[in-house]
């Protein structure tokens, strides 16, 4: 699917209301991908069951088409995905690359790149003291120095995060992933778990985060409600989509203008619009 063009997606998690941070990216994502005359897919994030909202997937797609946001082809959910996930931790465990590691977020806490403290100590895959261990992948170098070696199957049973989304992007045949720049650090742990299945990760492209009045990151659980304030407030898609695009110096301040619209005025400005692009990718 990749080698058949531009393939992009855009992969919330329902935790909450999109908040204008989320809808920015969203809004990059599908612009990258329309104007490379590509695809743009919808993927829920929902395998992190704790976390989801009941409501919030529907409020997000609902979101998305009101801003002009429309995808292509079916809805992607993760949670319908599980047997995919599956298989490859099996692989992987079959093939020697993962190890069990026993290690508590205690002990962890303040560590940004894991020490490979249980590499190479051939510790029990059952239960321990009423907790099963994380799976941990052997990164080869040259990742292994910088990333150190990710989880991939969470002690909870929950498949992890990198191992979940690398496959997706493979196996969609993702080209581009456009996301915030809170996700820069996923990165290199994810390109080399695509280098140990054999396959080159896509392109990362990282959107600045749009910060709240304070100047403190926007969240889903603390500082963001998404649209329905600016909805009653009388602020119609047009203004939303304007106001986005302005945060990033696309078009002036107080411009009001549909998503298509924008996409036109992008095209008319193809060297801004690259120049923001590899600012993205830096």
């Excluded at 993760?78 to 995919?84: A, D, F, I, W, Y």
Aim: hydrophobic share 40%; with cysteine.
């Amino acid at each position: 699917m990749a080698s058949e063009g531009y393939r992009g997606r855009f992969a919330p998690t329902p935790s909450g209301p999109l908040h204008l941070g989320n809808l920015r990216t969203a809004l990059l994502s599908w612009l990258q991908a329309r104007c490379h005359q590509g695809q743009w897919l919808l993927r829920i994030d929902d395998l992190d069951t704790p976390r989801i909202r009941p409501g919030a997937t529907e409020s997000a797609l609902n979101d998305l088409q009101w801003l002009g946001l429309h995808w292509d082809g079916p809805v992607v959910f993760q949670s319908q995905r599980r047997g995919l996930y599956g298989f490859f931790l099996s692989a992987l465990r079959r093939g020697g690359v993962v190890y069990a590691c026993r290690c508590s977020r205690r002990q962890l806490a303040g560590i940004s790149r894991y020490p490979g403290t249980c590499r190479g100590r051939g510790l029990s895959w059952g239960f321990e003291d009423g907790r099963l261990p994380a799976w941990r992948l052997t990164v080869p170098e040259p990742y292994a120095s910088s990333c150190g070696d990710p989880v991939v199957r969470r002690a909870d049973g929950f498949v992890a995060y990198h191992l979940a989304t690398v496959v997706d992007e493979l196996s969609l045949g993702i080209t581009e992933v456009v996301r915030g720049q809170d996700l820069a650090p996923a990165c290199l742990p994810q390109q080399a778990l695509a280098a140990v299945l054999g396959q080159t990760a896509p392109a990362y492209c990282h959107v600045p985060l749009l910060l709240a009045e304070d100047g403190l990151k926007l969240s889903k659980r603390e500082r963001a409600s998404g649209l329905e304030p600016l909805k009653q407030q009388g602020w119609g898609p047009d203004r939303v989509v304007g106001h986005l695009a302005a945060s990033l110096d696309l078009v002036p301040a107080g411009t009001s203008m549909s998503a298509l619209e924008l996409l036109e005025h992008v095209g008319r400005q193809p060297k801004r619009w690259q120049s923001l692009s590899n600012c993205l990718h830096s």
